[in-house]
Antibody, heavy 120, light 108 residues
Framework: QVQLVESGGGVVQPGGSLRLSCAAS????????MHWVRQAPGKGLEWVSF????????YYADSVKGRYTISRDNSKNTVYLQMSSLRVEDTAVYYC?????????????WGQGTLVSVSS | EIVLTQTPGTLSLSPGETATLSCRAS???????LAWYQQKPGQAPRLLLY???TRATGVPDRFSGSGSGTDFTLTISRLEPEDFAVYYC?????????FGQGTKVEFK
């Protein structure tokens, strides 16, 4: 069965950096795009970033553009999110999610999430 | 950016009743690229419907969707105890892909 397991969350000061990882299993990782979606405490969902199956294209929400970098290692079935210049408003649970197809922006499987807390 | 407005904010119902959730878009959603997700407390969202009305794998047929253009509806017939949750609509046809703010279906 499909499994997505995020790690790397924690508490960081404003301006700091953090790298999230998402280990995937149970499907052919090398043929699917992957996303990061976040949810601030008590709030709704916000799409953050997407990477194509081969890493050739990457897209970001305006709110994180220039500060976040998505990448993937298909040999390790893992997708990453490097976050820098973190702000208090980046505090959220970050989910990795599998794209249902190539580039549909439909999220058919989600990880359990990892909490990022930006606070001084 | 397409803004999705979900109503009502909270729906108070009893098991066995029917829930009707609305999602209105600020602009027409292309090709009915509208999805619904269910989220229970402490859990990740789960894809329920896409293409406005197509159920995802394993989703019971008491969940149904309809609509096109700017107005979409999620109907949950014969509410089961496990259906009490927050439901989000999402448009995935136009960048940036956006979510509604959610409708909570709670026990009456």
């Amino acid at each position: 069965q499909v499994q997505l397991v995020e790690s790397g969350g924690g508490v960081v000061q404003p301006g700091g950096s953090l790298r999230l990882s998402c280990a995937a299993s149970g499907f052919n990782f090398t043929t699917y795009g992957m996303h990061w979606v976040r949810q601030a405490p008590g709030k709704g969902l916000e799409w953050v970033s997407f990477i194509r199956y081969d890493g050739s294209n990457k897209y970001y929400a305006d709110s994180v553009k220039g500060r976040y970098t998505i990448s993937r290692d298909n040999s390790k079935n893992t997708v990453y999110l490097q976050m820098s210049s973190l702000r208090v408003e980046d505090t959220a649970v970050y989910y990795c999610a599998k794209d249902r197809g190539g580039v549909t922006y439909l999220f058919d499987y989600w990880g359990q999430g990892t909490l990022v807390s930006v606070s001084s | 950016e397409i803004v999705l407005t979900q109503t009502p904010g909270t729906l108070s119902l009893s098991p066995g009743e029917t829930a009707t959730l609305s999602c209105r878009a600020s602009q027409s959603v292309s090709s009915s690229s509208l999805a619904w997700y269910q989220q229970k407390p402490g859990q990740a969202p789960r894809l329920l419907l896409y293409g406005a009305s197509t159920r995802a794998t394993g989703v019971p047929d008491r969940f149904s969707g309809s609509g096109s253009g700017t107005d979409f509806t999620l109907t949950i017939s014969r509410l089961e105890p496990e259906d009490f949750a927050v439901y989000y609509c999402q448009q995935y046809g136009s960048a940036p892909r956006t979510f509604g703010q959610g409708t909570k279906v709670e026990f009456k």
